[in-house]
């Protein structure tokens, strides 16, 4: 199971514990919290590509 979210916070031995393989954060994308949330739309576009790359 991968994750996606605006922001992580969890380890990757946290996220293993509770059965998260990878997630990914839009703040990956863009830091700035305002932005991310301003332009979640076309992050999330990019986010999805990243995912569907590295997973499929």
């Known amino acids: ?22 997630a990914y954060a839009l703040t990956d994308l863009e830091p700035d919290p305002e932005r991310c949330m301003a332009e979640a739309g076309p992050l999330l576009e990019r986010l999805a590509a990243r995912v569907a790359a590295e997973r499929l």
Do not use: F, K
């Not at 199971?1 to 990878?22: F, H, K, Q």
């Open 1 to 22: 199971m991968v994750a996606v979210c605006g922001r992580r916070t969890l380890s990757d031995e946290e996220l293993r514990a509770v059965g998260i393989e990878a």
